[in-house]
């Protein structure tokens, strides 16, 4: 099956590699070397919440990053589309992973001022929007063509309602680090599952969301306002034993975990993502664009995440099954199993 390439709108790490810190740049290699395996052709690098300094470092970093990978052979797939910074404007309530000490309250004038540092490299923020300020720092981050993203909130069914009517278009990991569903007040959950312009982030681990959940929301949103994210950790791809996330020691067992028992990421990759999907009876079809074409939609790329004349032809061809066998960067084969690319064909 020859399929568009697959996209991570939220990745922590990978490969033994930490996002937040990016301490070895040329851990890099290693990490892409991850991830076209897998399928993924472009990603956006994941920054959770950390002191603004170090932030604003990390931020200067994935941008030299990002540049050096669009001046690479081949483009240098896969291609770091953007960072995604997840808070620091977040509810302490439903901090998750997410240090407490390191969260901030919304504001738009010292958001600006990170954006103006490294212009263009973000592509989506995460925030609590019934955060005091939230209202203002989603108008800013629209102005520069932002995506923002609903997470780790507090936020009732109102409260998220006018959030989507100010311009958040996607809900972050739906169902984890937020408001429950309750049948008397249903809060960002329910009043994402029922507003058509909002996409769903889900991790289908079928660790941080049972396999029911996860087909009754794809079955009430659709594959079109669904994206499979991996939210993954450095642990994903390496052997059992200590990790870390953004400075935390964690402990890996199904899924990284603080001390405390606290999910802290996955060890999912976004081909597993399609077969676990596959598996609990989607179709293939469907999955494979919820890792392609939904990405690609959220970030306004029409060429990516689609298989058509002006398309990128950033591909991946699958075995039977939904194996990665060959990526092609704009046509040009770049990655088969084995680590030799075959010879480009007509």
Known sequence: MLAPGLIDLQINGCAGVDFATLGDPAGLDRVHR?????????????????????????????????RRRESAPAKGLPRILGVHVEGPYLNP??????????????????????????????KLVTLAP???????????????????????TNATFEQAR????SGVRMVTHLFNAMRPLHHREPGIVGASLLDDRVV?????????????????????????????VTDAAAAAGQPAGPSS??????????????????????LLTLDQAIRNLMAIGVPVREAVLMASAVPAAVLRRPDLGRIAVGG??????????????????S????????GIAPPATE
């Open 331 to 338: 046509g040009t084969p770049v990655f088969t199993r084995g």
């Open 162 to 165: 006018q959030a989507f009517r």
């Open 93 to 122: 309530a439903f901090a998750g992973a997410h240090p407490k000490q390191h969260l901030r309250s919304p504001d738009a004038a010292e958001f600006a001022g990170i954006l103006d540092e490294v212009p263009g490299i973000v």
């Open 130 to 152: 019934e955060l005091p300020g939230a209202e203002a720092l989603i108008e800013a981050a629209r102005r520069r063509r932002i995506v923002v993203s609903a997470g780790h």
């Open 312 to 329: 990128r032809a950033d591909l991946v061809l699958f075995d039977r099954s939904m194996r990665v066998r060959t990526v092609y960067a």
């Open 200 to 228: 769903a982030g889900l991790i289908a681990d079928l660790v941080h969301l049972h396999p029911a959940v996860v087909r009754m929301v794809i079955e009430r949103k659709g594959w079109k306002r669904t994206a499979l």
């Open 34 to 66: 991850f991830l076209l395996g897998t399928g993924v052709t472009g990603y956006l690098p994941t920054l959770i919440s950390t002191p603004l300094p170090q932030l604003r470092e990390t931020l200067r970093r994935w941008q030299e990053a990002a």
């Open 245 to 266: 996330l953004a400075g935390q020691a964690l402990t890996v067992s199904d899924a990284p975990r603080l001390p405390s028992g606290t999910l802290a990421g996955s």
